[in-house]
Protein backbone atom coordinates (compact mmCIF):
# COMPACT_ATOMS: atom_id res chain seq x y z
CA UNK A 1 0.00 0.00 0.00
CA UNK A 2 3.06 2.29 0.66
CA UNK A 3 4.11 1.85 -3.08
CA UNK A 4 -0.04 2.51 -4.09
CA UNK A 5 0.28 5.96 -2.27
CA UNK A 6 3.30 6.59 -3.97
CA UNK A 7 1.34 5.43 -7.42
CA UNK A 8 -1.59 7.86 -6.41
CA UNK A 9 0.66 10.83 -5.41
CA UNK A 10 3.44 11.03 -8.32
CA UNK A 11 0.90 9.55 -10.84
CA UNK A 12 3.45 7.24 -12.30
CA UNK A 13 1.82 5.17 -15.04
CA UNK A 14 4.56 2.59 -14.95
CA UNK A 15 4.27 2.28 -10.53
CA UNK A 16 0.47 1.69 -11.67
CA UNK A 17 0.75 -1.11 -13.97
CA UNK A 18 3.29 -3.03 -11.64
CA UNK A 19 0.43 -2.66 -8.45
CA UNK A 20 -3.32 -2.60 -10.15
CA UNK A 21 -4.58 -5.49 -12.66
CA UNK A 22 -5.78 -4.71 -15.87
CA UNK A 23 -9.07 -5.18 -15.15
CA UNK A 24 -9.47 -3.81 -11.36
CA UNK A 25 -12.75 -1.77 -10.93
CA UNK A 26 -12.26 1.62 -8.77
CA UNK A 27 -15.85 3.10 -7.60
CA UNK A 28 -15.49 6.76 -7.03
CA UNK A 29 -18.39 9.13 -6.09
CA UNK A 30 -18.46 11.24 -9.41
CA UNK A 31 -19.26 8.00 -11.61
CA UNK A 32 -21.41 5.87 -11.77
CA UNK A 33 -20.23 3.22 -13.82
CA UNK A 34 -16.51 2.08 -12.44
CA UNK A 35 -13.14 3.31 -13.80
CA UNK A 36 -10.88 0.26 -14.91
CA UNK A 37 -7.41 -0.59 -14.79
CA UNK A 38 -4.19 1.83 -14.27
CA UNK A 39 -5.72 4.04 -16.37
CA UNK A 40 -9.10 4.23 -14.34
CA UNK A 41 -7.27 5.17 -11.35
CA UNK A 42 -4.99 8.17 -13.40
CA UNK A 43 -8.78 9.65 -14.27
CA UNK A 44 -9.95 9.57 -11.04
CA UNK A 45 -6.21 11.40 -9.72
CA UNK A 46 -6.50 13.88 -12.81
CA UNK A 47 -9.79 14.68 -11.48
CA UNK A 48 -8.49 15.55 -8.38
CA UNK A 49 -5.36 17.77 -9.80
CA UNK A 50 -7.84 19.74 -11.53
CA UNK A 51 -8.68 21.06 -8.75
CA UNK A 52 -5.87 20.41 -6.63
CA UNK A 53 -2.83 20.51 -8.26
CA UNK A 54 -0.88 19.77 -5.52
CA UNK A 55 -3.01 17.06 -3.68
CA UNK A 56 -1.03 14.78 -2.03
CA UNK A 57 -2.24 11.46 0.02
CA UNK A 58 -1.05 10.17 3.27
CA UNK A 59 -1.45 6.99 4.72
CA UNK A 60 -2.88 7.10 8.25
CA UNK A 61 -4.12 3.93 9.12
CA UNK A 62 -4.19 0.41 7.33
CA UNK A 63 -6.26 -3.16 8.30
CA UNK A 64 -5.25 -6.14 6.02
CA UNK A 65 -7.29 -9.29 6.74
CA UNK A 66 -6.44 -11.85 3.99
CA UNK A 67 -6.99 -9.94 0.54
CA UNK A 68 -9.05 -7.01 1.68
CA UNK A 69 -7.33 -4.65 2.87
CA UNK A 70 -9.01 -0.94 4.60
CA UNK A 71 -6.93 2.35 4.17
CA UNK A 72 -7.27 5.83 6.23
CA UNK A 73 -6.19 8.70 4.14
CA UNK A 74 -5.85 12.57 4.62
CA UNK A 75 -5.99 14.36 1.25
CA UNK A 76 -4.12 17.44 0.99
CA UNK A 77 -4.14 20.41 -1.36
CA UNK A 78 -4.75 23.79 -2.71
CA UNK A 79 -7.76 24.70 -4.14
CA UNK A 80 -6.04 26.26 -7.61
CA UNK A 81 -8.44 24.69 -10.35
CA UNK A 82 -12.33 24.74 -10.89
CA UNK A 83 -13.70 21.55 -8.86
CA UNK A 84 -17.13 20.44 -9.56
CA UNK A 85 -17.95 23.55 -11.32
CA UNK A 86 -16.63 25.40 -8.05
CA UNK A 87 -13.67 27.92 -9.30
CA UNK A 88 -10.26 28.25 -7.61
CA UNK A 89 -9.96 29.94 -4.31
CA UNK A 90 -7.06 29.05 -3.15
CA UNK A 91 -8.19 27.29 -0.31
CA UNK A 92 -6.10 24.93 1.50
CA UNK A 93 -8.09 21.24 2.30
CA UNK A 94 -6.92 18.39 4.72
CA UNK A 95 -10.31 15.40 4.43
CA UNK A 96 -10.57 12.50 5.15
CA UNK A 97 -10.74 9.34 2.68
CA UNK A 98 -11.59 5.64 3.61
CA UNK A 99 -10.69 3.21 1.26
CA UNK A 100 -11.49 -0.46 0.56
CA UNK A 101 -9.01 -2.63 -1.34
CA UNK A 102 -9.40 -6.25 -3.14
CA UNK A 103 -5.86 -7.73 -3.72
CA UNK A 104 -5.51 -11.14 -6.08
CA UNK A 105 -2.22 -12.16 -6.80
CA UNK A 106 -0.21 -9.68 -5.47
CA UNK A 107 -2.13 -6.86 -7.58
CA UNK A 108 -5.63 -4.29 -6.30
CA UNK A 109 -8.43 -6.01 -8.28
CA UNK A 110 -10.56 -3.71 -6.84
CA UNK A 111 -11.21 -0.40 -4.41
CA UNK A 112 -14.35 1.61 -3.31
CA UNK A 113 -13.12 4.92 -2.32
CA UNK A 114 -15.22 7.28 0.52
CA UNK A 115 -13.78 10.55 0.41
CA UNK A 116 -15.52 13.01 2.55
CA UNK A 117 -16.61 15.18 -0.11
CA UNK A 118 -18.96 17.26 1.71
CA UNK A 119 -16.26 18.63 4.50
CA UNK A 120 -14.14 19.32 0.74
CA UNK A 121 -16.75 21.43 -0.77
CA UNK A 122 -17.22 23.29 2.94
CA UNK A 123 -13.28 23.84 2.81
CA UNK A 124 -13.75 25.36 -0.48
CA UNK A 125 -16.45 26.95 0.37
CA UNK A 126 -19.22 25.85 -2.03
CA UNK A 127 -21.55 24.42 1.03
CA UNK A 128 -22.13 26.25 4.21
CA UNK A 129 -20.27 24.60 7.10
CA UNK A 130 -22.48 23.79 10.23
CA UNK A 131 -22.70 26.13 12.70
Not at 36 to 44: D, E, I, N, Q, S
Not at 45 to 63: H, I, K, S
Not at 77 to 101: C, D, S
Not at 106 to 119: A, C, H, N, T, Y
Amino acid sequence: MRRFVQFINTADEKLGEELIAPNAEFYVPFQSEPLVGPRGWLKAVEVMRGGFPDVQWTLEELVVEGEKIAARYTMRGTHEGTFFGVPATGKKIAIQTMNFYAMANGKIVGERGQPDLLGLMQQIGAVPAPS
